[in-house]
């Protein structure tokens, strides 16, 4: 598994949508409580998902295949 697939696998993990609630209450007992609404915070966590899915699941092989006669 390459470091980008690696990479994309922890971001799934962590923002998964289920998880916003659980981000919340980290940051507020660090007393930094995070500046977004409801909506925002579940787009910024589908945004961050969905790059963690496409580093995990897109190719890395940037080669052609020949045909083989």
Known sequence: MMKRQ???VVLMI???P???P???MT???FWRP???GELEFLGLSLILFLTGAILTFASG???T???VE
Do not use: A, D
Request: hydrophobic fraction near 45%; charge should be neutral; proline fraction near 4%.
């Open 27 to 29: 940051m507020q007992e």
């Open 34 to 36: 995070i500046p977004l």
């Open 61 to 63: 092989n940037n080669s």
């Open 14 to 16: 962590l923002f998964l």
């Open 18 to 20: 289920i998880n916003g």
């Open 6 to 8: 690696r990479l994309g």
């Open 22 to 24: 659980l981000w919340r």
């Open 65 to 67: 295949s020949e045909i």
